[in-house]
């Protein structure tokens, strides 16, 4: 995996070490003189099959976009890490980008401004989509997507219709349940006229993989490959993924682990951490609910742990004790694989 940085705040700059990479940082006073600290970002470490990480320069989204096209290794851009409720962090969203094709998994409320504000991008330039499950900080931000897309990006900018990587279950749950409310009637001129989500989408289908312990679907998108898994997120009570309401986590390419919202489901971990180089995995400061308590990731074997970097965090996440694991996932990183 190799990192790339991109969102520093302008008096921070990388500084290229062999195993590790700092970042200097100076602060100015009265204008005259500055004192400059050095801290340690992240350190280099091999991981399994041999693993390394970069630092780029620093990208100002302002000015320099996120680039939805790179020179074909598979990359994961964060622009959000936070909880549903964080006000620190965006809502825990991402891009993976690979080659020409990009899929933006989940849009929630905070997805708009946190794609303009992280990634210097506009809702206009997504077309793939993704949706994992319907809490509104992973789709919350879909009717200002579609909605853009078929009045703003076809209409004016020759863009195509947007494209959703869905089950057909869940299509159906999604539409009814929380996208035709604010999408089924828009056209002024044909009022007898309602909508429907084939008019805002296309679709990808993934295939159902059979002979696995639970449900899994796969789909090549654009030469990125994803495994579809159900998780165990909600209601609280649910003891297993069959008893669940539909979410969804993947892994991507065969290498990357991305838990979507899941209670801790240690089947789950087993099921991937042999094959994954990197795990992203949710996670809680407390105990029960419907994510992952840290308490409980933490009685993970180091090795696991080490490979684990946990995202969907609360606000307070910087009093909780995250030592043995990678780290905390960061918005506006690109993690390049
Ligand atoms: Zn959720």
Known sequence: MHLISHNFKPSERAVFGFDTFFILRYISISNRFLLFTIYPCHTISPVKGGFSMEVGRIIDPANTPLSLTNDGRLEIVFIGVGSAFALGHNQTNFLIIKGDQHIMVDFGMTGPKALAEVAGLKVTDLEFILPTHSHADHVGGIECLALTNRYVGQRFLNKPKLCMVIS????????????????????????????SFSDYFRVIRPTWKTNQPREIFEVEVGGIHLEIFRTNHIPEQAENWEASFVSFGLFIDGRVFISGDTKFDRDLINLYASRAEMMFHDVQFFPGAVHAPLADLRTLPEEVKSRMLLMHYADNWQSQDASGFYGWAQQGIRYIF
Not at 168 to 195: M, P, S
């Open 168 to 195: 057909e279950e869940y299509q159906r749950i999604l539409w009814d349940y929380t996208l035709r409310g604010g999408l089924e009637y828009n056209e002024e001129e044909k009022d007898t006229r309602r909508l």
